[in-house]
T-cell receptor
Framework: DAGITQSPRHKVTETGTPVTLRCHQT?????MYWYRQDPGHGLRLIHY?????DTDKGEVSDGYSVSRSKTEDFLLTLESATSSQTSVYFC???????WGYGYTFGSGTRLTVV | LAKTTQPISMDSYEGQEVNITCSHN???????ITWYQQFPSQGPRFIIQGYKTKVTNEVASLFIPADRKSSTLSLPRVSLSDTAVYYCLVGAPRDDKIIFGKGTRLHILP
């Protein structure tokens, strides 16, 4: 999607290894979000950011950390990957004051933990 | 954040009008209703948003009754490419975050 890029698009990693996913935006939007999507669960919010160095937890934040040192980048880190973290991860951005103005989602990162 | 309930799945045929209803009994005064569409292997895409009555854009219409406890997304003359998952979300636009439910899996048949 224009303005938002996720990397890598696919990754296979071993249990216990650290993994960092990157979300990069060129829209200068204040709000950024990380979601995971699993069959039967829909989209679940992991963490979100409302500005540089300002982050907060979502509904499934255990095992994940995030950092936002620049407006354009929002990093999601799995400190020690587990098989339960195998999922598709989506980043989203919004322009101002939250979701009501419409989220723009990235194309996703498919992570497999073996 | 208001809880929403929508059908898990629906089937329809090309050329038909499809209506997907979402229940949100505890919607608050400041809440808006927003629908997203997600194709396989892609992130969700904003379709339409409304507060009351009817909203129409080039993709869909959104019908909201006076009590606002439910809403209906209407897709006119669907095609195979409308096969996707559709999410109904309810919340105040200034909320910092929104929770997606499981959505409705719409399957269009030829």
């Amino acid at each position: 999607d224009a303005g938002i890029t996720q990397s890598p698009r696919h990754k296979v990693t071993e249990t216990g290894t650290p993994v960092t996913l990157r979300c990069h935006q060129t829209e200068n939007h204040r709000y950024m979000y990380w979601y995971r999507q699993d069959p039967g669960h829909g989209l679940r919010l992991i963490h979100y950011s409302y500005g540089v160095k300002d982050t907060d937890k979502g509904e499934v934040s255990d095992g994940y950390s995030v950092s936002r040192s620049k407006t354009e980048d929002f990093l999601l880190t799995l400190e020690s990957a587990t098989s339960s973290q195998t999922s598709v991860y989506f980043c989203a951005i919004s322009e101002s004051a939250g979701w009501g103005y419409g989220y723009t989602f990235g194309s996703g990162t498919r992570l497999t933990v073996v | 954040l208001a809880k929403t309930t929508q059908p898990i799945s629906m089937d329809s045929y090309e050329g038909q009008e499809v209506n997907i209803t979402c229940s949100h009994n505890n919607i608050a005064t400041n809440d808006y209703i927003t629908w997203y569409q997600q194709f396989p292997s892609q992130g969700p895409r904003f379709i339409i948003q409304g507060y009351k009555t009817k909203v129409t854009n080039e993709v869909a219409s959104l019908f909201i009754p006076a009590d606002r406890k439910s809403s209906t997304l209407s897709l006119p003359r669907v095609s195979l490419s409308d096969t996707a998952v559709y999410y109904c979300l309810v919340g105040a636009p200034r909320d910092d975050k929104i929770i997606f439910g499981k959505g409705t899996r719409l399957h269009i048949l030829p």
